[in-house]
Each structure stands twice: as C-alpha cells, then as structure tokens.
T-cell receptor, first 118, second 113 residues
Framework: DSGVTQTPKHLITATGQRVTLRCSPR?????VYWYQQSLDQGLQFLIQ???????AKGNILERFSAQQFPDLHSELNLSSLELGDSALYFC?????????????????FGAGSRLTVL | GQSLEQPSEVTAVEGAIVQINCTYQ??????LSWYQQHDGGAPTFLSY????GLEETGRFSSFLSRSDSYGYLLLQELQMKDSASYFC??????????????FGKGTSLLVTP
C-alpha cells in the first residue's frame, strides 16, 4: 500500500457520460498529480495541485477538470466521455510543490482507476 | 519542446546485466528520474540523478551526463521479478511554478530464464 488511495478502481460507462475520480494523497503530501495512461502509451501528465492551488497543467482536455479540496484530496472530473478516454488514470502525491535544492521530487502513485468507455 | 527517448523493448537473461538508455531534450533541467511499473500496477520511484555520474542503489544504478542530455539505468544480477516497464522522467516544461514530471514512453524489459 503506497498510501495514495484512488477510487473507484474500475469504472465502466457510456460515451457522453460524466465521471469523477477521487484521490487521497499520502499523509503529509501537499501536491497531487493526475496522469493518464492509455494502452501501450506512457504516462501523460494532466495537472498538478499544491495545497489547493493549481501549479502545473499538462495536456488536459477542456472536457476534463480537477480540483484539490482543503483536506487535500483531489477529484478529476471527466465529461462528454469518448471511446478514446478509456485509460488507466493515476493519481500521485509528493511533499514538494516546486523544485528545491533537496533534489528529486519523488512521486508516490496510487493503484489507479481503470476507466472503460463503451 | 520537450522529448524523452528510450528503447521500447529490451530482453535479457536471468542473472545478466542490462542497460536502458534515455536521451532527453528539455529546458530548465532539474534532474533525471527513473520509475518502474509492473504490468498494470502503480509506477514506483527507483532512482534520481541531478549531477553527472553514477548513483548506485543495490542492484540498480543510474547514470547521467548533462552535457550529452543522456542517462541510463543499469540493472545487474537480473531476476525474473525485474520484468517490468521502466520510465525515465524530467521536470515538465509545463510545470509553471510546479514540479510535475514528464515521462518517456517506457522500456518494457523481459527477463527470460
């Protein structure tokens, strides 16, 4: 158990629908990151939050949105779903929010939420 | 732009040594990280290099040459459980004030008996 909790583990839905994925970061971590991993694809960075504020934005579609709440959990909302949105969605957390002299920003990943759009 | 290139697949025999290369192109370099992911599982952190040279952690070592924008992960005394995907990563150029990581497409390592 990495300490990062993601729900649900599996989700099957239809095109055009909307889903919400939830993530609780590891205790003490202030940053939350969302990544998308499609079949045979690498990890695509979507968005980062640090202590409730958006800090970095990757290739996140306009149909997708996220937020981080005061208790530091985060939600990723996916709307108007398309077949191509079927993927494994990972949440990761870290202590750091920005580069620092302490070096590596070690991301701790959750087990992922597998979304299937039919 | 930003890019990370690594081989898509590598096969090696149990007990052997394998090297997985990574070349990167990025602005604002903050070090090269390596992650391991077993099939369908969560990626886990392996190693990090901020300065040139070799970092050793047990059977795994990682090397960085900043002048060549190149690094590699070296796995020694390969075990069957090392069969997994290995990703190199650098700080995303979309990070703004943050510290997101951009990952390469990953190298699938198959260890055979």
């Amino acid at each position: 158990d990495s300490g990062v909790t993601q729900t649900p583990k599996h989700l099957i839905t239809a095109t055009g629908q909307r889903v919400t994925l939830r993530c609780s970061p590891r205790s003490g971590d202030l940053s939350v990151y969302w990544y998308q991993q499609s079949l045979d694809q690498g990890l695509q960075f979507l968005i980062q939050y640090y202590n409730g504020e958006e800090r970095a934005k990757g290739n996140i579609l306009e149909r997708f949105s996220a937020q981080q709440f005061p208790d530091l959990h985060s939600e990723l909302n996916l709307s108007s779903l398309e077949l191509g949105d079927s993927a494994l969605y990972f949440c990761a957390s870290s202590v750091q929010g920005a580069p620092s002299p302490s070096g590596a920003n070690v991301l701790t990943f959750g087990a992922g939420s597998r979304l299937t759009v039919l | 732009g930003q890019s990370l290139e690594q081989p898509s697949e590598v096969t090696a025999v149990e007990g052997a040594i394998v090297q997985i290369n990574c070349t990167y192109q990025t602005s604002g370099f903050y070090g090269l990280s390596w992650y391991q992911q077993h099939d369908g599982g969560a990626p886990t952190f392996l190693s990090y290099n901020a300065l040139d040279g070799l970092e050793e952690t047990g059977r795994f070592s990682s090397f960085l040459s900043r002048s060549d924008s190149y690094g590699y992960l070296l796995l020694q005394e390969l075990q069957m459980k090392d069969s997994a995907s290995y990703f190199c990563a650098v700080r995303s150029s979309n990070s703004n004030s943050g510290y997101a990581l951009n990952f390469g497409k990953g190298t699938s390592l198959l260890v055979t008996p």
